[in-house]
Structure formats: structure tokens, C-alpha cells
């Protein structure tokens, strides 16, 4: 098959996190078509470890986003914050996520990694399975994107990883690690990035590539 290589990249440097979201119904259709694009992701030993839970219903989004405040609120009390600026920054990241119309959550598993008895070769295990979570959501990032859709990926789960999982149902074994937010984009806003040249070198560290 075919494709026109150009416009493919042109795409791909179109996309950009989508965090002035607008309000509205995204289509169903268009959701099931991005994870099916992302689900075929490069991964670790062929083994997937992704798992997604798809919301779309309001309550549920704010009970787990209840969730996640009440330990996030913990943390920041913790970094010596006062209260006020606690529940500022609370309700803005809450209103802020509930702009979107629907959210993903995407969860490792490390059932099919490969198991080894030492601690050096089990952490290498499990980066390969963290890379791979990054490649499934980026495939999905530019599928939402090739589809008129805006997206925002958040990494808030890391953090309260417990109360995703009392929010969602979430068995004790898979590990939250993104937040998803999707809506159709409400803005773009500029972004930045560093010039080929100060990340990519030819041959050794520090040779330039030209």
C-alpha cells in the first residue's frame, strides 16, 4: 500500500497537546478507529502490556477525579502549600480535564514481559514495557489527531496510582500510568522544539549531523 510520505509527516508535526479543549460530543466511531491504529503499536516481546478504560460518562470522570485530589491534595499539604493555593490548583486541574469529552485511561501490565530471578534484568523488563506504553500512546495521539480531534496526555495516574484504581475498578496488578484528554481542539497553541542539531549526532556523542 501506498502512501504520500510527505503529507504522512506533515501530519505528524501538525500534532501538538491539545489543552484548550471545547466542549462538545466526539463521535464514537472516531475513538474506536484511534485505538485501534494505536493498539498496533511496536512493543516489548510482541507482549502489549496496554489497557485502556474508556470514559465517556461524566460521573464516573469526576468520581476519579475526586479520587486523585484527595491524594494529590495530601502531597502538595506535604510540599508546604497553603490550603487556598491547594484548592486553587485542584480546581483548575479538575476543570480543566472536564472540558474533555472523553478520557483514556491507559494501564501496564506486566503478565507477558519475560520474568528473571535478578533485580538489574526485571527493571530492564519493565522500562521495555514503559517504552512500549509510550509508543501505543503516541500512536493514539496521532490518530486522534489525523481525525480533527484534540488530545492532551497527562501522567497525573503516576502519581495516585491507588485512587485511579478505586475509581475504575482497576485490578490490583495493572498499573495506571496517563490520563488522556480528548475533545475537539478549542485552540492551538505554539510549541517549541529544539533544533535537530542540538539532539541528534553523526557516528559519537557531540558530532555534528548534517
Known sequence: MEYNAEDFLK????????????????EHSKILRALEAAISA?????SQPWRVV????????????????SEWRR?????????WKVEVIIEESKKRTLRASVVIVVCLTMEEMDKYPDER??????VMAIQSIGAFIQNLLLALHAQGLGACWRCGPLF????????????????????????????????????????AYKNLWGETLS
Open 54 to 69: 474508556v470514559i465517556d460518562d461524566r460521573a464516573v470522570l469526576e468520581r476519579l477525579l475526586d479520587e486523585m485530589a
Open 42 to 46: 511496536p512493543s516489548a516481546h510482541n
Open 11 to 26: 501530519m505528524i508535526e501538525s500534532r501538538s497537546s491539545s489543552k484548550l479543549l471545547k466542549p462538545g460530543p466526539v
Open 121 to 126: 534484568r526485571s527493571k530492564c523488563e519493565y
Open 75 to 83: 502531597d502538595l499539604k506535604r510540599d508546604g502549600l497553603p490550603d
Open 160 to 199: 495516585a496510582p491507588e485512587a485511579v484504581r478505586r475509581a475504575l475498578n482497576i485490578p490490583e496488578d495493572i498499573e495506571p500510568q496517563a490520563l488522556i484528554e480528548i475533545a475537539h481542539p478549542g485552540g492551538i497553541r505554539p510549541k517549541t522544539r529544539k533544533k535537530l542539531s542540538d539532539v
